[in-house]
């Protein structure tokens, strides 16, 4: 068995990393395989450097010749199989195997929303086999273009996990810097500026220097500067002479005071002490470009509403700005400025993306009609607790919610309290064991395993 890979271009995207992949894990014993490509790309280097043989075949105005060319290819390297990504490539495939007996496969990876309808109701009528990356995909064009239920199949993209596992991140991750108050009685301090140890007073210059000799540097007790004490004490005169003290100069009304607060200042110097305890900022993100069908403005208004509830957070957007829907982005953009959500962080399009994941402490993601969802599989894979909306792709990859947290669509609300819940219980499901599962039947070597039994199989 010998495959032929007809691919468009060799530049960067979806199914190009996904061919990629295959060509470096392909190992002898599962099949043999060549590649012809009509444009190069920034990914040519990567796939010639590959033990698959690529032959660089361009298209001309005279399609004939370019079909006459590709059909000597396929004769001469004896090819059993042609399988393409795109209904173009399967129909030269289809021109140039005609007559020949070699199978045409075809994989499609999205929707045909704005593509050649009448293309796609021609060519996967005439295929071999069709391809399709998820159950909901299939199912989808079943139905639309009345197709034979049995040769229609299921496919999941695969992915290397031991190249993503070696990123590193290229840029640290921006943060927003917040200064969490805690408030002693009614004097307000920033953690940044409390003393090492709570009762070591801070140095006074003062005009009166026995002031200073009369703090107490006892643990738990409240430093005071004269002129700054508590409203709810009352007018206190600033002479001492005139005000009855005990032994260590302190006033009655101010020995009341700190003796109600011991406990919640005692309960404050523990917090600096022990960093394990202290409130987390928690990062946060969501993977993918501002296209059509990736529905960032939901996470967004989720996040104004974890805002409110106090919870601290940094959010990174990751994805790039696209020019055919520039809106999506500005809207997105505009909604954070608008409700002051300096925590969110757009950083564009990243190359450390499964670095970025490793840093997480959840994922959160949107959809509108995804057909897979790459980034919540490597997210799962990356042992990251991820909240996805239920979409029934999203059903699918996730083993119905087993794997993630499925919220109601366009529900910020609902995506709000079953996040609640996981802060509550960070060990409702255990992720490092989901991550095993999910690498074992996302990976690119049992997607190769699953290629392999579908082009053993016969009518």
């Known amino acids: 068995m010998r495959v032929a890979y007809l691919l468009g271009s060799l530049n960067r995207g979806g199914t190009e990393t996904l061919m990629l992949d295959v060509c470096e894990n392909l190992q002898p014993t599962d099949f043999e395989a060549i590649g012809v490509y009509r444009k190069s790309g920034v990914l040519e280097k990567n796939f010639l450097a590959t033990q698959i043989p690529f032959y660089y075949l361009p298209t001309t105005k005279n399609k004939v010749r370019y079909i006459w060319k590709l059909r000597q290819l396929l004769l001469k390297h004896k090819v059993t199989i042609v399988h393409s990504h795109q209904p ?47 159950e909901y995909v299939r199912k989808y064009y079943i139905r639309k273009y009345k197709l034979d239920e049995k040769r229609q199949l299921v496919v999941y993209n695969g992915i290397n996990f031991d190249k993503i596992e070696n990123v590193s991140l290229s840029n640290p991750l921006p943060t927003t810097i917040k200064r969490e108050k805690i408030t002693v009685g009614k004097v307000a301090t920033s953690i940044g500026n409390v003393p090492k140890a709570i009762g070591t007073p801070p140095r006074v210059v003062g005009k009166d220097p026995k002031a200073i000799g009369s703090i107490p540097k006892v643990v738990g007790e409240v430093p005071r500067a004269i002129g700054t004490m508590p409203k709810d004490v009352g007018k206190v005169s600033t002479d001492r002479k005139t005000v009855p003290t005990d032994k260590m100069g302190l006033l009655q009304d101010e020995k009341d005071f700190i003796k109600d607060k011991k406990e919640s200042v005692q309960a404050e110097k523990e917090y600096l002490q022990d960093k394990n305890n202290r409130p987390k900022t928690l990062k946060l993100a969501m993977v993918g470009n501002f296209v059509l069908g990736r529905e960032q403005k939901t996470v967004c208004r ?22 055919a829907t520039p809106y999506l982005y ?32 959840a994922f959160i993601y949107s959809t509108e009609h995804d057909t897979f969802g790459i980034a919540v599989v490597e997210a799962i894979a990356s042992s990251v607790p991820v909240f996805v909306n239920d979409w029934e792709v999203m059903k699918e990859v996730t083993e119905q919610g087993k794997w993630a947290t499925l919220y109601k ?9 079953k996040f609640i819940v996981f802060l509550q219980n960070k060990t409702t499901k255990k992720w490092q064991e ?22 053993n199989e016969n009518d």
């Open 330 to 361: 500005d809207d997105c953009v505009a909604f954070c400025k608008e409700n002051k959500l300096e925590e969110v962080h757009f950083l564009g399009s990243r190359n450390d993306v499964p670095a970025i994941l490793r840093e997480l402490d």
């Open 409 to 417: 669509t366009k529900d910020e609300n609902d995506l709000l309290e």
């Open 88 to 134: 173009l490539d399967a129909l030269y495939g289809y021109l140039a195997c005609w007559g020949t007996g070699i199978k045409l496969f075809l994989t499609l990876h999205g929707f045909d929303f704005s593509a050649s309808q009448k293309l796609h109701s021609f060519i996967l009528k005439r295929t071999y086999r069709n391809i399709f990356v998820s």
């Open 302 to 323: 989720f996040l104004k509403l974890l805002k409110d509830r106090g919870i601290a957070f940094d959010f990174y957007f990751v994805g790039k700005k696209n020019e």
């Open 434 to 455: 989901i991550s095993c599962l999910a690498k074992k039947k996302y990976s690119i070597q049992q997607h190769i395993i699953n290629l392999k039994k579908n082009y």
